[in-house]
């Protein structure tokens, strides 16, 4: 059975690269462009791993990372964090947030791949 990944992304361009690369890959790929969708979509989903982009319209991607490691259905999930934004400090803030991966824009597919399954093939801790 195909790994889950949920990829909330509202840039389309973004999220249809993200998409297309898993897919080929053989992921299970479900598609969020409004991150205030994102969490309700990772419960119907069950992903084996979320990637947020932090740069969302009208939400945070570092607020919805601590909300879903608050939730009790959401919290064993990892998180791939994906910013345009990559200011001094920012990777320490997001992990502290609880992402378990970062990686900035412009992402090239070899690290994003290394990263994806380094922690979608990760036991469940």
């Known amino acids: 059975m195909a790994k889950r990944i949920l990829v909330v992304e509202d840039n389309d361009l973004n999220r249809r690269l993200f998409c297309d690369v898993l897919v080929s890959q ?44 608050s939730d009790v259905t959401l919290r064993g999930i990892p998180m791939l964090a994906v910013t345009a934004y990559a200011g001094k400090g920012d990777e320490e803030r997001i992990r502290t947030a609880g992402a378990e991966g970062y ?23």
């Open 103 to 125: 990686l900035a824009k412009p992402v090239s597919i070899g690290p994003f791949m290394t990263a994806v399954r380094a922690l979608v093939e990760k036991p469940p801790a």
């Open 26 to 69: 053989g992921y299970a790929v479900e598609p969020v462009a409004d991150g205030h969708q994102a969490l309700a979509r990772a419960r119907e989903f069950v992903p084996n791993l979320i990637i947020m982009d932090i740069q969302l319209q009208g939400i945070s991607g570092l607020e919805l990372i601590e909300q879903a490691k």
